[in-house]
Nanobody, 122 residues
């Protein structure tokens, strides 16, 4: 049974940094493409960053490019999201996801954690 558990979210001031973690179990982690999504209050869940199974390639949404870095440790079965220069609009619940790449695009599979809340406020 696949289990994803996010952690690391907290209240942070604008301009601050956070590192989110996602511990995965029950799947072949080193063969899984993975991603981070977020859902702000009243908005749809959006893809912010995705990464290949090896970690050799990552993709970012325009809204987070140059501020967010997705990475993974295949020895520990952990996915990370480094978030820098946080803005109020980054406030959201952040979820990790297992998926696959097709035709250059990340596609989500129905495996989600419960999410971790990031609140950016002074």
């Amino acid at each position: 049974q696949v289990h994803l558990e996010e952690s690391g979210g907290e209240l942070v001031q604008p301009g601050g940094s956070l590192r989110l973690s996602c511990a995965s179990s029950g799947s072949n982690f080193n063969m899984d493409a993975m991603a981070w999504y977020r859902q702000a209050p009243g908005k749809q869940r959006e893809l912010v960053a995705s990464i290949t199974s090896s970690g050799s390639y990552a993709s970012y949404s325009d809204s987070v490019k140059d501020r967010f870095t997705i990475s993974r440790d295949n020895a520990k079965n952990i996915l990370y999201l480094q978030i820098n220069s946080l803005k109020a609009e980054d406030t959201a619940v952040y979820y990790c996801n297992i998926g696959y790449w097709a035709s250059g695009y990340y596609n989500a599979l129905p495996y989600w954690g419960k999410g971790t809340l990031v609140t950016v406020s002074s």
